[in-house]
Every structure is written in structure tokens, then in C-alpha cells.
């Protein structure tokens, strides 16, 4: 189940974010309910600081809660202002279309998001490279 929330004045396609959760927790065997929520720059960099005491804004937090037994898997903040100012930059979707774009990357930061609320983490190489290529394996599904 996925529960959104959207704080930005940011267009929401719903149905697509809940393809994305559902192909992510049907390949990674995992169950449980995720809310994802749609913030600003200023907020985002507001819980990057108060959490992880980064003061700078950033793509997606995650907050797991599985140890709570709850069934839900945590929460997913995403700030699209940031994913589309980030995505100019990205090198792998600079042929592509303005569009087609801006939804390869907002799915890839939900992506990375879910990733960790499922236990993985960047904290070094190998770590890192294996969650480059489970986002990219998703990405390939979804836009292929």
C-alpha cells in the first residue's frame, strides 16, 4: 500500500508511483505499506539537517520504520524542485526529452528511497554500485 502526500504545488501521477512501489516490493519479496510525501527545497533541506545534519537540501530522505511491526515500511520525502534541477546536470537522460526526463529521475529517487527502507545502503563502493544497478534494473522495466 502506499500512502501519498503531496506538500508542493507539483503535479502528482499517483497510479505511476504505485507501479513503481508495487514492482519494487513484488521483485524484492517484501510487503508493507510506504508513505511517500512530496516536499519543498526548504523542507527537505530543513529534515536533512535536523537528521542527518546535512543543512543543504537533497533529492529523497528515508525513514524506516519496519521495527515498529506495524506493516509499514517507512517514509519516502521526495522534492521534485530538486530532482529537476539535479536532472539537468544527469549525464545518463541528458538525450532525452524534458518530460520523459524529469519521470525517469523522480522514479529514480523514489526508487533509491524504497531501497532503503528495504536495508540497503551507499556506505561504500560495493554498497553503492549494487544500488545503482537495482534502480537501474527498475528504471529499465518501467520505461522499457
Given at each position: 500500500?502506499?500512502?501519498?502526500?503531496?506538500?508542493?504545488?507539483?503535479?502528482?501521477?499517483?497510479?505511476?508511483?504505485?507501479?513503481?512501489?508495487?514492482?519494487?516490493?513484488?521483485?524484492?519479496?517484501?510487503?508493507?505499506?510506504?508513505?511517500?510525501?512530496l516536499?519543498?527545497?526548504?523542507?527537505?533541506k530543513?529534515?536533512?539537517?535536523?537528521?542527518?545534519?546535512?543543512?543543504?537540501?537533497t533529492?529523497?530522505?528515508?525513514?524506516?520504520?519496519?521495527?515498529?511491526?506495524?506493516?509499514?515500511?517507512?517514509?519516502?520525502?521526495?522534492?521534485?524542485?530538486?530532482?529537476?534541477?539535479?536532472?539537468?546536470?544527469?549525464?545518463?537522460?541528458?538525450?532525452?526529452?524534458?518530460?520523459?526526463?524529469?519521470?525517469?529521475?523522480?522514479?529514480?529517487?523514489?526508487?533509491?528511497?524504497?531501497?532503503?527502507?528495504?536495508?540497503?545502503d551507499?556506505?561504500?563502493?560495493?554498497?553503492?554500485?549494487?544500488?545503482?544497478?537495482?534502480?537501474?534494473?527498475?528504471?529499465?522495466k518501467?520505461?522499457?
Amino acid at each position: 500500500m502506499l500512502e501519498i502526500s503531496n506538500l508542493t504545488t507539483e503535479k502528482l501521477d499517483k497510479k505511476f508511483f504505485g507501479k513503481i512501489a508495487a514492482l519494487v516490493l513484488k521483485k524484492e519479496k517484501k510487503a508493507g505499506a510506504i508513505s511517500l510525501v512530496l516536499v519543498s527545497s526548504q523542507k527537505i533541506k530543513y529534515l536533512n539537517k535536523r537528521w542527518r545534519k546535512i543543512d543543504k537540501a537533497t533529492d529523497v530522505l528515508s525513514f524506516c520504520f519496519e521495527a515498529e511491526g506495524d506493516g509499514l515500511l517507512g517514509e519516502i520525502y521526495l522534492c521534485p524542485e530538486f530532482i529537476r534541477m539535479d536532472s539537468r546536470a544527469n549525464t545518463e537522460t541528458q538525450n532525452e526529452d524534458e518530460a520523459r526526463k524529469q519521470k525517469v529521475e523522480i522514479a529514480r529517487s523514489f526508487i533509491h528511497g524504497m531501497l532503503h527502507l528495504l536495508g540497503y545502503d551507499h556506505r561504500n563502493k560495493k554498497d553503492l554500485e549494487k544500488m545503482i544497478n537495482l534502480e537501474n534494473k527498475y528504471i529499465k522495466k518501467l520505461f522499457n
